[in-house]
């Protein structure tokens, strides 16, 4: 079946500005996570949904940073007012649960930068 | 909270030799270690993965060691393809990696010379 859809795969947008970025995950996968990859960096977790709540925001880096999930489905990571620092790729990734040991599933990402 | 160090961050070989990279994770709770490559401009691609309870785990080429003890997890690549070259990020969960976000090391670039 398809894999983790990511729209837009790229996004340029003006400091200030907001931005969404949209994850639509493998059918039937509850578990779904943002990361962040900076140029030439590891991954960095923003936050965790299962199902429609989301257990674990921890990584989140600030209060103009969130995320919602509809429909134990998509799933929108939202920036509000943006910054330079946020430029980086953001992956998301989903995961059956049905044991606890299943591996995470990344998409193509959305590389955003910020002018 | 975890912290995984990973070396080294850059490695060079000659096709046909063997890789390793290696990692230390900081939470003895950790039970699930993953691997994966990442081309550039690609996804992550997960290739292999242990769970706590197995010390070695074996997929054709590639084989993960894990040493709970030492806290450290090995990734070996054998007889080396130009087409292994990509950055390699190793990573920890405490949840199964199901139920809970990953921490991933900084990444290794592995380039295999023709």
């Known amino acids: 079946g398809a894999g983790v859809s990511q729209s837009p795969s790229n996004k340029v947008t003006e400091k200030g500005k907001d931005v969404e970025l949209r994850c639509d995950p493998i059918?039937?996968?509850?578990?779904l996570y943002w990361y962040r990859q900076s140029l030439g960096q590891g991954l960095e977790f923003l936050i965790y949904f299962q199902g429609n709540s989301a257990p674990d925001k921890s990584g989140l880096p600030s209060d103009r940073f969130s995320a919602e999930r509809t429909g134990g489905s998509v799933s929108t990571l939202t920036i509000q007012r943006t910054q330079q620092e946020d430029s980086a790729v953001y992956l998301c990734?989903?995961?059956?649960?049905?044991?606890?040991?299943?591996?995470?599933?990344f998409g193509d990402g959305t590389r955003l930068s910020i002018l | 909270g975890e912290n995984v160090e990973q070396h080294p961050s850059t490695l060079s070989v000659q096709e046909g030799d063997s890789a390793v990279i290696k990692c230390t994770y900081s939470?003895?709770?950790?039970?699930?270690f993953p691997w994966y490559k990442q081309e550039l401009g690609k996804r992550p691609q997960l290739i292999i993965d242990i769970r706590s309870n197995v010390g070695e785990k074996k997929d054709q080429r590639i084989a993960v060691t894990l040493n709970k003890t030492a806290k450290h997890f090995s990734l070996h690549i054998t007889e080396t393809q130009p087409e292994d070259s990509a950055v390699y990020f190793c990573?920890?969960?405490?949840?199964?990696?199901?139920?809970?976000?990953?921490?991933f090391g900084k990444g290794t670039k592995l380039s295999v010379k023709p």
């Open positions: 939470d003895s709770a950790s039970n699930y």
């Open positions: 059918s039937g996968h509850t578990a």
């Open positions: 990734a989903s995961s059956s649960t049905r044991d606890g040991y299943q591996p995470q599933h």
């Open positions: 990573a920890a969960s405490i949840n199964g990696g199901s139920q809970g976000n990953l921490i």
